[in-house]
């Protein structure tokens, strides 16, 4: 890890201090909390102190909230002497940072770790030019509530101008973020760069992607319920194997509920991962409804003379191909 310097280990406050914590998600509290208690008199944190370690979070998690306290002023990083300088062309206010103009390259999808931070001059270039618009800057203000500073304005311009947004699918999903709490920039961002990876960059695709997870959010409420879940939160299991049956497979409540009927009545306990095989069943024959489910059952049941039993979805060849690929996907 790079060296790393707290600038307000002394008892100071940035004087902007409300607005950075409410751009602050609890991942990114935890890692400056951690700092700051291996930081030494002077605010510096030895470049052998693994965050990975202490927190068990993976680099790319890190690296977003590291560069989220930098833009905020909090801490300030430099190269360990034992990295090996890069040679970089300087950049000016007449390079903008643009990283790329689509989603795509050469058909496959790019990957990004986040938004890279612009200096005011490089701002202003921006909209000098209309790569981005003060227009889109202004109601992306309106939607959120609240006035931007620099760091702000870099995030939102950012997702135009170097990820190749829409501004239109920017304001769409900063307004869904509000709808749900979300505050902050921090949310949006993540969300923008999952859409990004999957290709989702103009406005109609993210509307009908957020379109989705609303429908998902609403339906797994009640698989909680379904399942006696209560209000605790999901595991990272639960939550994969969910999203899977809502967003992925697009079932909604009613077929669900076919398939917890079925894994109670052979199981005796309502265990999601026995209910997931089911439904991988049920889609990979491109069933949709509770009626085609339900016909498909009825026919599937062997019968009385056949001599073959009741065949548990827990010995069928499929449900174990599909335990298969769950444990794969999970991984």
């Known amino acids: 890890m790079a060296k790393i310097t707290l600038r307000y280990i002394n008892g100071e406050v940035p004087e902007n201090l409300a607005d950075i914590l409410s751009n602050a998600d609890e991942q990114d509290m935890r890692i400056l ?3 700051m ?3 030494d008199e002077n605010g510096e944190v030895n470049a052998e102190f693994s965050l990975t370690d202490t927190l068990g979070l993976e680099k790319p998690e890190i690296d977003a909230s590291l560069k989220f306290w930098r833009g905020a002023g909090v801490i300030s990083a430099a190269r360990s002497q034992k990295s090996k300088p890069k040679t970089e062309k300087p950049e000016s206010a007449e390079e903008p940072k643009t990283s790329a103009p689509t989603a795509h390259r050469g058909g496959a999808v790019e ?3 986040g938004v890279s931070p612009y200096a005011t001059d490089e701002l202003a270039a921006l909209f000098e030019k ?3 618009t003060a227009q889109f800057i202004d109601e ?5 509530g609240r006035t931007f500073n620099s760091y702000d304005t870099g995030i939102v311009a950012g997702l135009v101008d170097q990820l190749g947004f829409e501004e239109e699918a920017v304001l769409a999903i900063l307004a869904y973020a509000t709808r749900i709490g979300k505050k902050g920039l921090r949310y949006p961002e993540k969300l923008a760069l999952s859409f990004y990876d999957e290709g989702i960059t103009t406005e109609s695709a993210v509307v009908a992607r ?3 997870i609303e429908h998902s959010a609403e339906v797994v409420g009640k698989i909680k319920q379904l399942f006696g879940m209560g209000s605790r939160e999901l595991s990272r299991t639960e939550k994969t194997l969910f999203d899977k049956w809502t967003q992925k497979f697009g079932y ?3 077929v669900i509920r076919v398939a917890y009927d079925i894994t109670v009545d052979a199981t005796q306990k309502p265990l999601p991962k026995y209910a997931d095989a089911i439904l991988e069943k049920w889609h990979a024959e491109g069933l949709r409804t509770e009626e085609e489910v339900l016909a498909f059952e009825q026919k599937s049941k062997p019968s009385k003379d056949s001599g073959e039993g009741d065949k ?3 010995l069928d060849d499929f449900f174990e191909a599909a335990l298969k690929r769950s444990f794969e996907d999970l991984k």
């Open 252 to 254: 909604g409540i009613e």
């Open 37 to 39: 208690m291996a930081a």
């Open 140 to 144: 992306a203000q309106r939607v959120v």
């Open 130 to 132: 209309r790569r981005v």
């Open 111 to 113: 990957k990004s770790t």
């Open 312 to 314: 548990s979805y827990e």
């Open 33 to 35: 909390i951690a700092l």
């Open 210 to 212: 957020i379109a989705i």
